[in-house]
C-alpha cells in the first residue's frame, strides 16, 4: 500500500494563477483532510470531507476549493494563487471504522506534503 | 483564535534527558488528543494518543500526561535519543469527521 500520496511534491505559481492538488489514498478510508503548515502555526485545517461527494469548509478555507469525486482522491484548488497562500499543504485520510469490535481510532494518516511558493 | 496552546517553541536537551512538551485547550468538546512527530520534509505521523477518561497512557518511552480538569495534557519522552529530534504537534479532536486542531508545534533536538 502507498498510503497517501500528493501531487506535484513542488510548485512556483504567480500571482493570479490557478492550480489544483491532488491527494489520493489507497487505504479506502472515509474521511480525507487538506491542511496547510506555516511556520509557527501548526497544521491548520483548510477543507475535509466525510465522504465521495461531500465536503466541508474547515478553519481556514478562504481561497481555496475542493472536491471529492471518487472516494479515494481528494482535490485542492486555488483559483487565483496569492503570497499569502505560500506553504506547505498536506493531505491525510482516516477512517470512522476500527478493527471488528474495536473503535476507532481515529488516526490521520497523512501525505508527503506539496511545497507550493506564490511569487 | 488557537484552540490548543503548545510550549515550548524549541526544546533542546542531552541524551538520556526527558524532554517534557505542554499543550492546553479551551474547547470542552475535544474527546481525543494525539500527538504527532514530524520529521524535516516529511508528513507528520501519529505518535501516541489518549482520551479524556484516563490520566496517563504509556507506549514504550512516551508517556502523555492528561489532566482533565486543568485541559492541560503534556508528553514526555525517556531516555531521549538524537533520533528523536524532530517537530512535535499535540492535537486535539472532534467533529463528525473528527477535526484536528493542533498546536504551533516544539522543535525538538536531542544533543549526543
Known amino acids: ?93 482516516s477512517s470512522p471504522w476500527g478493527l471488528a469490535g474495536a473503535r476507532s481510532s481515529y488516526e490521520q494518516y497523512f501525505g508527503p506534503g506539496t511545497r507550493l511558493t506564490v511569487t | 483564535q488557537q484552540q490548543v496552546k503548545q510550549s515550548p517553541q524549541s526544546l533542546i536537551v542531552q541524551k538520556g534527558g526527558i524532554p517534557i512538551i505542554n499543550c492546553a485547550y479551551e474547547n470542552t468538546a475535544f474527546d481525543y488528543f494525539p500527538w504527532y512527530q514530524q520529521f524535516p520534509g516529511k508528513g507528520p505521523a501519529l505518535l501516541i494518543a489518549i482520551r479524556p477518561d484516563v490520566s496517563e497512557k504509556k507506549e514504550g518511552r512516551f508517556t502523555i500526561s492528561f489532566n482533565k480538569s486543568a485541559k492541560q495534557f503534556s508528553l514526555h519522552i525517556m531516555d531521549s535519543q538524537p533520533g528523536d529530534s524532530a517537530t512535535y504537534f499535540c492535537a486535539a479532536s472532534t467533529g463528525s469527521a473528527r477535526q484536528l486542531t493542533f498546536g504551533s508545534g516544539t522543535q525538538l533536538t536531542v544533543l549526543p
Open chain 1, 1 to 93: 500500500n502507498a498510503g497517501v500520496t500528493q501531487t506535484p511534491k513542488f510548485r512556483v505559481l504567480k500571482t493570479g494563477q490557478s492550480m489544483t492538488l491532488l491527494c489520493a489514498q489507497d487505504m479506502n478510508h472515509e474521511y480525507m483532510y487538506w491542511y496547510r503548515q506555516d511556520p509557527g502555526m501548526g497544521l491548520r485545517l483548510i477543507h475535509y470531507s466525510v465522504g465521495e461527494g461531500t465536503t466541508a469548509k474547515g478553519e481556514v478555507p478562504d481561497g481555496y476549493n475542493v472536491s471529492r469525486l471518487k472516494k479515494q482522491n481528494f482535490l485542492l484548488g486555488l483559483e487565483s494563487a496569492a503570497p499569502s497562500q505560500t506553504s506547505v499543504y498536506f493531505c491525510a485520510s
